[in-house]
Structure formats: structure tokens, C-alpha cells
């Protein structure tokens, strides 16, 4: 079985194919060694498709209504401006505000849902600039986030 930070990657790899309009995606039959293709953790009847994940990323990217330009902060500001290396503490700032507005969300949920919407508007702006490790360094960095994953069943259950 793949581990979490496989399995982000591969999330992540099929968000970008979506977002830059690529019509395949590397990770699209992630297999084992056996070829067969690879299962959760939490229901073997359930098979991890990160196509359908990234999907479900993106539908949580569009809940975020933050509009971006508007927040005062200096990781974001720079972030706008294509300096992805603050993506990290972008993401953290919006997420902390976001869930302060919307406390029903859980901190986890909107830290994945600012983090696809931030890297989405970026991606319209200056698409040259990112890059899909930003966002699996984010995800795969954020143990409470992926303390929360794993506990909702994994990646397929997100």
C-alpha cells in the first residue's frame, strides 16, 4: 500500500493535471508491486483514485470564498506576487482567519479548503511560479491536518 505522503503526491499531481487542463495524470492507476491497484487502509472495497480525490479537493477549494487581495497579510501579499516559498504560512494565516469566521469548518477542513483555493488563484496569476510540491509540503507538513485525514479514513474518504 502507498504511504500518506505517496498518496498526497499523487492527489496533488492530479489536482495540477485538472487545474493546468492536462488530460492524463501520472498517478491515475497508482498499482502495487502486484499491479494491483491500490486500496485504503480503511475499506479494501474502496480503491484510491486520486483523479476523484483531486475533484473532491477542488470542490472544497471552491467553498473558500476569501478573496485574497484583501487580507493584510505579508506571506500572502507575497504569495500573490509569485514568491511561493510564503505559500506555507499563506495558507496558515487564511486558514486561522477563515476558521475563526466559519468555526463549524474545523481548522483541518479549512486549511485543505484555502490551501486548493489559494494554489488555484495562483495558478490563474502566475502559473509559472508553482509547482506541485508547494502543495504537498503544506499537506504532508501539517501533521494535524493529516492526523485528521487519516482518522476520517484516509485520502478516499476526504
Known amino acids: ?10 492527489v496533488v499531481e492530479a489536482l495540477f493535471s485538472d487545474l493546468l487542463g492536462e488530460d492524463e495524470c501520472c498517478c491515475r492507476c497508482l498499482e502495487t508491486d502486484s499491479g494491483e491497484p ?7 472495497s ?26 493584510s497579510s505579508e506571506a500572502v501579499a507575497e504569495v500573490l506576487a509569485g514568491k511561493m516559498e510564503k505559500f506555507g504560512a499563506a495558507v496558515e494565516t487564511l486558514s486561522r482567519s477563515w476558521c475563526d469566521q466559519n468555526p463549524e469548518l474545523g481548522y ?3 486549511f485543505l479548503c484555502v490551501s486548493v483555493k489559494l494554489l488555484m488563484h495562483v ?16 499537506i504532508n507538513g501539517n501533521p494535524q491536518v493529516r492526523r485528521h485525514i487519516e482518522a476520517s479514513g484516509g485520502w478516499v474518504r476526504m
Not at 491500490?38 to 479494501?44: L, R
Open 46 to 71: 474502496t480503491p484510491f483514485d486520486p483523479v476523484v480525490i483531486a475533484s473532491r479537493l477542488r470542490q472544497m477549494g471552491d467553498q473558500c470564498n476569501l478573496e485574497f487581495e484583501r487580507v
Open 108 to 110: 483541518e477542513r479549512a
Open 123 to 138: 495558478v490563474k496569476k502566475v502559473p509559472a511560479m508553482v509547482q506541485p510540491i508547494q502543495l504537498i509540503k503544506v
Open 38 to 44: 491500490v486500496q485504503s487502509a480503511g475499506d479494501p
Open 1 to 10: 500500500m502507498a504511504t500518506f505522503e505517496e498518496q498526497t503526491e499523487c
